[in-house]
């Protein structure tokens, strides 16, 4: 399978733990996107990469997160000291440079208890 | 800042009656659209895109959308419901090549027997 992969699945944590997530794009993909959905809403844009720079961030996107994609290939998006507001699902999507469609992974659900 | 309008929370259908899910978007000039769907624990599936040329296009599983730029809609449209439609859907924005999706809140749609 070649498409964009993340894990974990599902992950619960206790209030105040850390968690970190990982998402593998589409080799080829210069573009890495990480949104946030929750439920009943549709997705919401939190922060980008191309290749290893990462290139917008959005207001969404507090101190107690910080993404990586140290090598240009897989990101990791940490959330430190989670909150109970931090339940939701977290997507990546990779793209192309040049083009805009945009594939994205079966998500990482997080439920903070 | 662009937005997207999914005035339609739920819909139900009948199994081989005809579909439409509407979308509006607020930006200043024609955006790049695209309609996504997302099925229970699967990730988002681009259905189809519109960059420019013909307004009306073709997407995958016989799904369409026509670009009304007066009107700043995108419906998406389908002659024929089968019940692997039962799923949500979500029109998204992007103002640049590249650039991050802006999505409306989603359409949830129930297809009856």
């Known amino acids: 399978d070649t498409g964009v992969s993340q894990n974990p699945r599902h992950k619960i944590t206790k209030r105040g733990q850390n968690v970190t997530f990982r998402c593998d794009p589409i080799?080829?993909?210069?573009?890495l996107y990480w949104y946030r959905q929750t439920l009943g809403q549709g997705p919401e844009f939190l922060t980008y990469?191309?290749?290893?720079?990462?290139?917008?961030k959005s207001r969404l996107l507090s101190d107690r997160f910080s993404a990586e994609r140290p090598k240009g290939s897989f990101s990791t998006l940490e959330i430190q000291r989670t909150e109970q507001g931090d339940s939701a699902m977290y997507l990546c999507?990779?793209?192309?440079?040049?083009?805009?469609?945009?594939?994205f992974g079966p998500g990482t659900r997080l439920t903070v208890l | 800042a662009q937005s997207v309008t999914q005035p339609d929370i739920h819909i139900t259908v009948s199994e081989g009656a005809s579909l439409e899910l509407r979308c509006n978007y607020s930006?200043?000039?024609?955006?790049?659209l695209f309609w996504y769907v997302q099925s229970p624990g699967q990730g988002l599936q681009l259905l189809l895109k519109?960059?420019?040329?013909?307004?009306l296009v073709q997407g995958i599983k016989g799904f369409e959308a026509e670009f009304k730029r007066s009107q700043s809609s995108f419906n998406l449209r389908k002659p024929s419901v089968h019940w692997s439609d039962a799923a949500e859907y979500f029109c998204?924005?992007?103002?640049?090549?590249?650039?991050?999706?802006?999505f409306g809140g989603g359409t949830r749609v129930l297809v009856k027997p």
């Open positions: 519109y960059f420019s040329g013909d307004t």
């Open positions: 998204a924005v992007v103002k640049a090549a590249g650039n991050k999706l802006t």
């Open positions: 080799s080829e993909h210069n573009r």
């Open positions: 930006y200043g000039a024609t955006p790049y």
């Open positions: 999507a990779s793209s192309l440079a040049a083009l805009n469609e945009q594939f």
């Open positions: 990469f191309q290749n290893e720079a990462q290139l917008e």
